[in-house]
């Protein structure tokens, strides 16, 4: 396994793979959801490239960018053990030098949900997406849908832009007692932990309300949102039942639905989302 940590070694490096080229895009303190999306990459593709990068750009001045969980070492262990060819560890100076004066942003789908709560955070993720691709040139790239909202800008991104690869989203990897693995998992207090799940719990209620025939979202919505209010630590940030192609919030679900969700835990916020219908 290559660790590769500037740009110009990376493009070179880059050519010399054996096509195709999966990408797994991360900002590291890998967890099993990471680790399915390097196996899928590597079931799909000739070589695999993860990049490990902490993008400032996509932190609000409020949010948590200094404490990001970091562990290179471990990071990089259990990338070697699930056969990576190249891992990109750019530092900050290599990905925005002095004088970076361009952002990629998408319009429509980054307002609503997460763009409501965190208005700088899309831009910074559809410009460190778009450097990556140019850099990394992946045949495929690899998403998880736990960040629901994310893997649609930067699918629309790829689209938009004519970009020349795949952009694929793989199922949400779960805690035994259903908490989705996330790297800010970590900060969350025992009771905190304790708490989460109701998380999950909440979408397999929503479930079970549509599989009844229920397709009101205010109804589906108020009961997720009694469940969630059950637990004293947890702060519902929102609840959304969407269009999974627009995000435009449905009154009834006709066809299909992405029901998802922010709840904060004393700072940390936690998100979590599962599609309904077809
Ligand atoms: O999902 C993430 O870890 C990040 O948002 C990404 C896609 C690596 C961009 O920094």
Redesign the pocket.
Known sequence: MKIIETVPEMKIVRFKLKEPVGFV???GYLHKGHLSLVRKAKAENKSVVV?I???PT?FGPKEDLSKYPRDLQRDLAMLEKEGTEIVFFPSDKEMYPEGYDTWVTADKLTKPLEGDSRPTHFR??TT??AK?FNIVQPTNAY??QK?AQ?ALV?KKMATDLNMDLEVIVCPTVREPDGLAMS?RNVYLNPEQRKSAPVLYKSLLLAKRLYAEGKKDTEKIRGEMAALIQKEPLANIEYISIANPATLEELQTIKKSALVSMAVKYGNTRLIDNMMLGE
């Open positions: 895009p991360t900002m990049s990068y902490v993008n996509q910074g993720v460190i997406a990556l998403f998880g960040d994310q930067i790297s």
